[in-house]
């Protein structure tokens, strides 16, 4: 009975894939990437997803290490809302960047009136949203690294005349680091396949705005499901190289 719910339950995962792989024009791969919308739509997908890994990288560290180190009131709530983009629908993300940081929004007006920089509907939006979607990953992961470290390294280090940011940058970074570099990989993948937020806050312009997830959108509305699926099974490859690789850091299997 376990054995039938379970190929049920696989069946459910791989049909769907299958449709994909059995649908998809092989013969003109080549050149629906090659196509200016799709290089354009791929070059803004890698570039705003590894400029918001970065911003994830900057921000999400040192939220990571109070929340794993420090303790203060509102440590809970402040992780509940650090993981909160985890489980909200993306769309909804969006429309509160737009409130927060639209050319209206609490910090965006004054970001546009003080210092001419606007997020909403640009590339820096594209990133933005990017970030906010994908940054819980990598802080879930850094803090879990955080809290597992044996910190007798650390205070020895410590007892040793080291300053608090040589211990960090020297100690805990390295014993942290495979950890850290599995949520970073995991929050750029999240990022790349980013759609709800991006689309709401940044919007679907080509050559502008537009990721690969809102090409293939894009591509499904124009009535062009060959290219659709081409950039679909370019975002599955990606997907799938990430979780194999990163298989062991879950599950403990290599």
């Known amino acids: 009975m376990a054995l039938a719910a379970g190929s049920v339950a696989a069946l459910f995962f791989v049909l769907p894939l299958a449709g994909l792989l059995w649908r998809a024009p092989w013969g003109s791969v080549v050149s629906d990437l090659g196509e200016p919308d799709v290089r354009k739509a791929l070059r803004l997908s890698l570039e705003a997803s590894l400029s918001a890994t970065v911003v994830c990288l900057a921000f999400g560290l040192p939220l990571a290490w ?18 909160l983009p985890m489980v909200l629908p993306p769309v909804v993300g969006g429309i509160a960047l737009i409130y927060a940081f639209g050319r209206r929004g609490i910090v965006g007006q004054y970001l ?18 990017e970030a906010f979607v994908a940054m819980p990953f990598l802080v879930v992961t850094a803090e879990a690294a955080f809290r597992s470290l044996d ?20 100690v805990t970074l390295p014993l942290a680091g495979p950890a850290l570099g599995a949520g970073a990989v995991l929050c750029w993948a999240r990022a790349l396949g980013e759609f709800g937020a991006t689309i709401t806050f940044a919007g679907n312009f080509p050559g502008t705005t537009q990721t690969m997830p809102l090409a293939v959108y894009l ?15 370019v975002l599955l490859l990606v997907s799938l190289a990430v979780l194999v690789g990163l298989r062991d850091r879950w599950l403990g299997v290599s």
């Open 66 to 83: 109070v929340l794993a180190r420090m303790e203060f009131p509102g440590r809970r709530f402040l992780r509940a809302l650090t993981v």
């Open 112 to 129: 546009d009136q003080w210092f001419d920089i606007r997020f909403a509907f640009t590339k820096k939006g594209v990133i933005l949203a």
């Open 151 to 170: 910190r007798s390294f650390e205070d020895a280090a410590r007892t040793l005349g080291a300053s608090r940011w040589t211990v960090f940058r020297r």
């Open 219 to 233: 591509s499904l509305e124009s009535s062009r499901p060959e290219t659709a699926i081409v950039l679909s099974l």
